[in-house]
């Protein structure tokens, strides 16, 4: 496939619209609306999964990226006593630091009516607070099993093209990626990690995160325009998102910024 420009002329379809992927929805939403809209998007997915099978299961991403999502979502009326939320990954932290997932979920989603949900962290069932990261991920396996399979999965994705904790350069990212992997977590740990969160992290593998109904990838502003498009092209460890980007298994909405 020839190379995709992000930055497409006037007269030109955008590379989302030239070369359509199969599971892919793309949703353009002015900014002003787009993380309202997203919510009530979302909370409609939430409620017919309650209607259908009596709970919810709703995995989020952490950073600061989905925060005024969260915080829109968070208010939306629905049956949030029946919704199970857990983590697409975290960070090896005490789960109250606040540079934990956990706190950023505490702290800006499970508030107002959204406090009723219930949080199944990550790292509960960690057998001490300071074990390994490889144990930390099993405990995150059980976690992820008793709360059932997920109805809709949030992820993010960086300019370096990772989502989750899928980054390019982590040394066991083809494990992670392997869709025969029986393991819901695997840990992450990086040579050289990000400076502003320097810590070895606990993360869903591809096969875990495909077994999501619905699949959220929120890409507010066109900053990672550039990283989609190269993503775009076809499956690459250099773009771990591109793995989401071409499976054929389960349905992505790639929200965008009109």
Same mark, same amino acid.
């Not at 190379?3 to 002329?9: R, T």
């Not at 606040?98 to 009723?116: G, I, M, Y």
């Not at 929120?218 to 591109?242: C, E, F, M, N, V």
């Given at each position: 496939?020839?190379?995709?420009?992000?930055s497409?002329?006037?007269?030109?379809?955008?590379?989302?619209?030239?070369?359509?992927?199969?599971q892919?929805? =793309?949703?353009?939403?002015?900014?002003a609306?787009?993380?309202?809209?997203?919510?009530q998007d979302?909370?409609?997915?939430?409620r017919?999964?309650?209607?259908?099978?009596?709970?919810? =299961?709703?995995?989020?991403s952490?950073g /600061?990226?989905?925060?005024?999502?969260f915080?829109?979502l968070?208010v939306?009326?629905l *049956?949030?006593a029946?919704?199970? =939320?857990?983590?697409?990954?975290?960070?090896?932290?005490?789960?109250?630091?606040?540079?934990?997932?956990?706190?950023?979920v505490?702290?800006h989603?499970?508030?107002?009516?959204a406090k009723e949900?219930?949080?199944?962290?990550?790292?509960a *069932?960690?057998?001490t607070?300071?074990?390994?990261?490889?144990?930390?991920?099993?405990?995150?396996?059980q976690?992820?099993?008793?709360a059932?399979d997920?109805? =809709?999965?949030?992820?993010?994705?960086?300019?370096d093209?990772?989502?989750?904790?899928?980054f390019? *350069?982590?040394?066991?990212?083809?494990?992670?990626?392997?869709?025969?992997?029986t393991?819901?977590?695997?840990?992450?740990?990086?040579a050289?990690p990000?400076?502003?969160?320097?810590?070895?992290?606990?993360?869903?593998t591809?096969?875990?995160?495909?077994?999501?109904?619905?699949?959220?990838?929120?890409?507010?502003?066109?900053? /990672?325009?550039?990283?989609?498009?190269?993503?775009?092209?076809?499956?690459?460890?250099r773009?771990?998102?591109?793995?989401?980007?071409?499976?054929t298994?389960?349905?992505?909405?790639?929200?965008?910024?009109?």
């Amino acid at each position: 496939m020839a190379a995709l420009d992000a930055s497409h002329p006037s007269h030109a379809r955008p590379f989302w619209q030239a070369h359509a992927l199969p599971q892919v929805r =793309v949703q353009q939403v002015p900014s002003a609306e787009f993380n309202i809209r997203l919510a009530q998007d979302i909370a409609q997915r939430l409620r017919i999964a309650i209607a259908a099978r009596g709970v919810a =299961v709703l995995s989020v991403s952490g950073g /600061k990226s989905p925060i005024a999502l969260f915080e829109a979502l968070r208010v939306q009326t629905l *049956d949030w006593a029946q919704v199970r =939320v857990t983590l697409v990954d975290e960070r090896c932290v005490s789960p109250t630091h606040t540079d934990s997932n956990a706190w950023l979920v505490r702290t800006h989603l499970l508030q107002d009516a959204a406090k009723e949900a219930q949080f199944m962290d990550m790292t509960a *069932d960690s057998p001490t607070p300071n074990c390994s990261p490889t144990m930390q991920a099993q405990a995150a396996s059980q976690v992820l099993a008793a709360a059932g399979d997920c109805d =809709v999965l949030v992820l993010g994705m960086g300019a370096d093209g990772h989502t989750a904790s899928l980054f390019p *350069d982590a040394p066991n990212l083809s494990e992670a990626l392997d869709m025969h992997n029986t393991h819901a977590c695997v840990s992450i740990e990086l040579a050289q990690p990000p400076v502003n969160a320097p810590y070895p992290r606990i993360t869903q593998t591809l096969p875990q995160i495909l077994r999501a109904r619905h699949i959220v990838l929120p890409l507010a502003g066109s900053d /990672k325009h550039q990283t989609l498009a190269l993503a775009w092209q076809a499956p690459s460890q250099r773009y771990p998102i591109s793995y989401v980007l071409h499976q054929t298994q389960t349905p992505v909405a790639l929200w965008l910024t009109s």
